[in-house]
């Protein structure tokens, strides 16, 4: 079971650290990746993480802002937002296929098996 945390309300300009964590398996050889919903819009893809090889990808939208992180004593993936703007709004899911993604599909959410709760990031003065 996948559990995302860490949303909440921030001004523009401010940070989050959102944190994806799997309970009963670890991240071992699959590709963490999350993904945000905005009201009215399709699930898009922000940021994933080949947890073998550490390879990272990033959306144009959130590159430069986003980093996306792994802790093997943790079994954690970090989301670090900073200087995050309005349009960052959504609910943030964290998802998990189990086998290292091709770069060509990591961004396509029907390659995830998994999917957390999702979490709500707010962004607004």
């Known amino acids: 079971q996948l559990q995302a945390s860490g949303g909440g309300l921030v001004p523009p300009g401010g940070s989050l650290r959102l944190s994806c964590t799997a309970s009963?398996?670890?991240?071992?050889?699959?590709?963490v990746g999350w993904f945000r919903q905005a009201p009215g819009k399709e699930r898009e893809f922000a940021t994933a993480?080949?947890?073998?090889?550490?390879?990272?990808l990033y959306a144009e939208s959130v590159k430069g802002r986003f980093t996306i992180s792994r802790d093997y004593a943790e079994n954690t993936v970090y989301l670090q937002m900073n200087n995050l703007k309005p349009e960052d709004t959504a609910v943030y899911f964290c998802?998990?296929?189990?086998?290292?993604?091709?770069?060509?599909?990591?961004?396509?959410?029907?390659?995830?098996?998994?999917w957390g709760q999702g979490t709500q990031v707010t962004v607004s003065s």
């Open positions: 998802a998990v296929a189990p086998r290292s993604l091709i770069l060509s599909t990591i961004r396509a959410p029907h390659e995830y098996d998994y």
């Open positions: 993480i080949r947890w073998s090889d550490n390879k990272k």
């Open positions: 009963g398996r670890t991240f071992s050889g699959y590709t």
